[in-house]
Nanobody, 124 residues
Framework: QLQLAESGGGLVQPGGSLRLSCAAS????????IGWFRQGPGKEREGVSC????????NYANSVKGRFTISRDDAENTVYLEMNNLTSEDTAVYYC?????????????????WGQGTQVTVSS
């Protein structure tokens, strides 16, 4: 069974940075579009960012544009989410997910494989 595992979450002060990793096992990521999603306390799940299988297309939620950067390293079978200038509004459990989509990426409900999530808490 295809597996995704997130890591890199933790407690950070406002204005700080974190880098999340999404590592795949039992399959190769290179044919998959990868998305990052988050769910904050009392909030619905929100699409944060995605990257297509070729790494040529990225999309971001308006709330994170200019602060978050998604990238992928297929040799490491890992996708990263660099998060800068964090605020309390970024506090959430962050999930990565995979779907087969080559030419673009979308933050929608069509993702098939999901990780277990990593907690990000932004607090002073």
């Amino acid at each position: 069974q295809l597996q995704l595992a997130e890591s890199g979450g933790g407690l950070v002060q406002p204005g700080g940075s974190l880098r999340l990793s999404c590592a795949a096992s039992k399959f190769t990521m290179e044919y998959y579009s990868i998305g990052w999603f988050r769910q904050g306390p009392g909030k619905e799940r929100e699409g944060v960012s995605c990257i297509n299988s070729k790494g040529t297309v990225t999309n971001y939620a308006n709330s994170v544009k200019g602060r978050f950067t998604i990238s992928r390293d297929d040799a490491e079978n890992t996708v990263y989410l660099e998060m800068n200038n964090l605020t309390s509004e970024d506090t959430a459990v962050y999930y990565c997910a995979a779907r087969i989509l080559f030419t673009t990426c979308k933050l929608d409900d069509e993702y098939i494989y999901w990780g277990q999530g990593t907690q990000v808490t932004v607090s002073s």
